[in-house]
């Protein structure tokens, strides 16, 4: 509903490897109160990647975001580690935590993913992998951080069960798309209804590898109820 924070963690694999991003978006509109833990999650994560290099301890990445967070009072809602690694499997040995006291090394792929979440009301993380160079990092995800609210910019696509389907269910969900007389000028939300998150996901492929995907400037793609 209005007002509601919607957590899009999402990733896939290439050739073996796996890759992993959140970001968060609130539907239609916000509070300022929202607005300012979106801010303070996207800061924290933006100070923790600053400060990679080789050399810095692991922990002390954890703690520049953690602190962050704390200072304006949000800590005990920091509710887990800043990040983990990620190679062929999605989490590999290794973490961005308040007790690994390793160095970071060139070579090295972790997640930054700072998170506020207030029980019973609202969450926000923001997430990206760094890759660690000679002298600092980059950041492989490159999707905006900053606040956005769904308000006039989605055309929400309901795919339900009761919808029936000739054929693989992902090709029928991608032929509906270009349907929207939104088509050129919006984003397309596929919603899961009440479809579990394997098809979600097949839904999600399929439309991404159509041709129908390249009419839409942008598309963003969820499991979560809208």
Known sequence: KAGDSIV????????RYCSDMTRTYFCKEASDEYKKIHDIVRVANEKAEKIIRPGVRLCDIDLTARNYISSFGYGEYFTHRLGHFIGQTDHEFGDVSSTNTETVKPGMIFSIEPGIYLPNKMGVRVE???????????????????????ENTIVPIKYESKIECIGNPRYDIAKMAPQ????????????????GSKVINDIAIGFLNSDFSKKFTTTLITGSKY
């Open 8 to 15: 899009i963690d999402i990733g896939g694999k290439k050739d």
């Open 180 to 195: 929207s007389k939104y088509r050129n000028k919006y984003q397309i939300l596929i919603t899961s209804g009440s479809l």
């Open 128 to 150: 990206d992998l760094v890759l660690v160079t000679e002298d600092g990092c980059i950041v492989l995800n490159k999707v905006d951080k900053i606040f956005t609210s769904f």
